[in-house]
């Protein structure tokens, strides 16, 4: 990693053949993005804080200090303060690199990037793969506007290449998504937002729903969502068709 960041001269080390200039003089008068930057170990961190402060580097093998002018973008999906808390990061270099803070929240709490987002990335594995996909049916578009997305944007990516590789129509439907999408439809948290369906207000007990007809309301309308596709709301409900067709009443599936 040293040599990357900093470059070395040929024989610096085994395999060095010939001279390398590192990220940092190869980004000399521009920009240099250092992405998930927690993940540098101590001793490249104390390194780092040198350059920038000194703004010369020394590559691996070098006797004297190159100067570069670099501007320094740095990203990471850790809390750095904690990180220092645990001295796992320079707190010199925090502050180092603290000029200006952007702080982008998790897809999970900017749904409205999802559809954009999906799309963006569908496009992309459709063109990959050479395959007529051109957009998500509204049943996988409630899905994915529910799902927490624990792995963040990477993990959209994925779910959207896996949708397309499998997809064999012109539209992402329900079962073209993992089976881990469905299971957390429902609320923001993962669970069923059955609350919409309890009585406004002051509740009286007379007037309260039974847990039977809160989940005969939410079958049915999983069952409107999915325009009557049995095997695609059991999936979105995380339980088999037979199960489905039990509360449903209906043996004919079985």
């Known amino acids: 990693m040293e040599s ?93 690199l603290d000029a200006f803070q952007i702080l982008v929240p998790p897809l999970r709490e900017r749904r409205g990037d999802i559809d954009l987002l999906a799309a963006r990335f569908l496009n992309q594995y459709a063109k990959e793969q050479d395959k007529p996909v051109k957009g998500f049916s509204a049943g996988a578009l409630h899905l994915l506007r529910q799902y ?13 290449r896996r949708a397309a590789t499998f997809c064999q129509g012109d539209l992402i439907e329900p079962g073209d998504l993992p089976p ?20 406004p207000g002051d509740w009286d007990t007379a007037s ?17 969502l999915f325009k009557g596709n049995k095997r695609q709301a059991a999936q979105a409900l995380g339980i088999g068709r037979r199960t489905l067709y039990r509360h449903l009443g209906d043996r004919d599936g079985e």
């Open 148 to 160: 927490r997305f624990p792995g963040n944007i990477r993990e959209l990516q994925n779910i959207v």
């Open 208 to 224: 309260l729903p039974t847990l039977e007809e809160i989940k005969s309301r939410y079958i049915g309308k999983v069952l409107e």
């Open 4 to 96: 990357e960041l900093f470059g070395h001269l040929a024989g610096a080390f085994t395999g060095a053949a010939k001279s390398r200039k590192g990220l940092f003089q190869q980004a000399d008068g521009g920009i240099l993005f250092l992405d998930e930057i927690a993940e540098l170990p101590a001793p490249l961190q104390a390194k780092l804080l040198r350059v920038l402060q000194e703004d010369t580097v020394r590559p691996v093998g070098a006797d004297q200090e190159i100067p570069v002018d670099v501007r320094i973008v740095a990203a990471t999906n850790l809390d750095l303060e904690e990180e220092m808390r645990h001295s796992r990061f320079r707190e010199d270099l925090f502050h180092r």
């Open 180 to 199: 881990k999408v469905a299971e957390g439809a429902g609320g923001a948290d993962g669970l069923p937002a059955v609350d919409r369906w309890l009585p």
